[in-house]
């Protein structure tokens, strides 16, 4: 086996691993996709001095991921309208931890957001991957006692705001379709029962597709929202797919073959929905309806 190859197969065993890493750090599978692939610059010209090719693979991931938000987050300044979270089409796997797949939840993804590019690093590490303090530290170049104090202020915050309500999978699922079936049907009374009275509703068109700049609050706005689409009937050619998005049963809109809409949603303590995401900017749903690995 050549040099080459060789190390290919040790990135590719890892490349999974590592995008996932980058898209909790943020907030999108292109710029994942993209960390990715100059660590991969990085590693097929280092290789030969690494002991450990996973650490170092891993490290360079945050360093890069890191670097990444950071002029995300500069460019986030002036995103027309409201900015949520590049969405995939990511299924919940069994095998993992409920903290791994629930960084992953759009929710969290945009309470995430709201951290430091190095709170949500610490974050992401310590929660998500369980490494300690140490490792997290020797990954981002800081000391431990600094790593811990961010690692605190990381917690509290999303403690703070963090969706605080957890549905079992098979309860959303079946939310979800009825909260399409009753849009569908143009059934209030049906909605008014699978909405919370303070649903909010947060809608991402990027200045690409119309949608509104402001969160929509209140079951009423948000019903008068909906019966405004379906009074120009938007989405009369449409078609809606359920299937999951970041992890949580969604709803993907299509129309002639092109996905137009990924919406997915948190719930209330009596599983109604409580925050409605729908991202709608074409640029943002290259992923969705392409099955994602984790």
Known sequence: MTAGIAEAEVFEKHRRHLTGVAYRITGSWTDAEDVAQEVWLRWAGAHSDVDRPGK???????????????????????YVGLWLPEPVSLSPSPEDAVELRETLAMGM?????????????????????????????????????????????????????RPRFAVHERAAAEITERFLQACLDGNVEDLLRVLSPDVVMLTDGGGEAPAPKRPLVGAREVLSFLAGLDRKRVFADATFTLDYVNVRPGIVTSMRDQVQSAMTFDYDESGRIAAIYVVSAPSKLAHISRRIPQ
């Not at 170092?56 to 002036?78: G, I, N, P, Q, Y």
């Open 109 to 161: 993804l945009l309470v995430l957001e709201s951290l430091s590019p190095l709170e949500r690093a610490v974050f992401v590490l310590r929660e998500a991957f369980a490494w300690d303090y140490e490792e997290i530290a020797e990954a981002l170049g800081r000391s431990p006692a600094t790593v811990r104090q961010l690692a605190r202020r990381a917690r509290q915050h999303v403690d703070e705001a």
């Open 56 to 78: 170092w693979l891993l490290t360079v991931t945050v360093r890069a991921s890191v670097d990444r938000l950071r002029r995300l987050k500069r460019r986030r300044e002036t």
